[in-house]
Antibody, heavy 116, light 107 residues
């Protein structure tokens, strides 16, 4: 069974750094793209970027380029901020891209709250 | 960048109603169009991919159609468990874009 398990909720202050994770199991992790999706409180889904763990090829949405860093190792993908802002408060989902062009399996989400 | 719009942004309907949601791309022709359902506090779930292909386990009352810039999700007979927010998503030129969502509420 394919599973994506994300790290737990985080409460941070503006200016803090943060790295959240998404661990895949039940399939060969390095052979499927994994994406990250932001959902701000009460808002819609926003694609942030995708990474291919096999070679770390990464593509970012122009809206998130330079704002976050996506990385991966052999079983886990990460989403990282160097300096959080209050506007980064959101639920963040990882999701496995299918062999086609959509996100077939989703993690449970990681809630990030940034507040002074 | 391609922008996606959805209409309506919300609707109220009764159990048994036929519901249609439209998704439009701002330009070009997406490589593929996917529909997701999201319930409060839950991750999105795929309903249809490649415009009209039903994801495994999804009831056949859900259907999709469209081409070019205009796509439609239809629920033939709305069930209580279908009250949720629906998003379209396109993939074009290495980028993914979600529509803003349509919230389906109980009348």
């Amino acid at each position: 069974e394919v599973q994506l398990v994300q790290s737990g909720a985080e409460m941070k202050k503006p200016g803090d750094s943060l790295k959240i994770s998404c661990k895949g199991s039940g399939y060969t992790f390095t052979t499927y793209w994994i994406g990250w999706v932001r959902q701000m409180p009460g808002k819609g889904l926003e694609w942030m970027g995708v990474i291919y763990p096999g070679d770390s090829d990464t593509r970012y949405s122009p809206s998130f380029q330079g704002q976050v860093t996506i990385s991966a190792d052999k079983s886990t993908t990460y989403l990282q901020w160097s300096s959080l802002k209050a506007s980064d408060t959101a639920m963040y989902y990882c999701a496995r891209r299918s062999s086609g062009d959509y996100f077939e399996y989703w993690g449970q989400g990681t809630l990030v709250t940034v507040s002074s | 960048d391609i922008q996606m719009t959805q209409s309506p942004s919300s609707l109220s309907a009764s159990v048994g109603d036929r519901v249609t949601i439209t998704c439009r791309a701002s330009q070009g022709s997406p490589n593929s169009l996917t529909w997701y359902q999201q319930k409060p506090g839950k991750a999105p779930k795929v309903l249809l991919y490649a415009t009209s292909r039903l994801e495994s386990g999804v009831p056949s009352r859900f259907s999709g159609s469209g081409s070019g810039t205009d796509y439609t999700l239809t629920i033939s007979s709305l069930q209580p468990e279908d009250f949720a927010t629906y998003y379209c998503q396109q993939y074009y030129s290495t980028r993914f874009t979600f529509g803003p969502g349509t919230k389906v509420e109980i009348k």
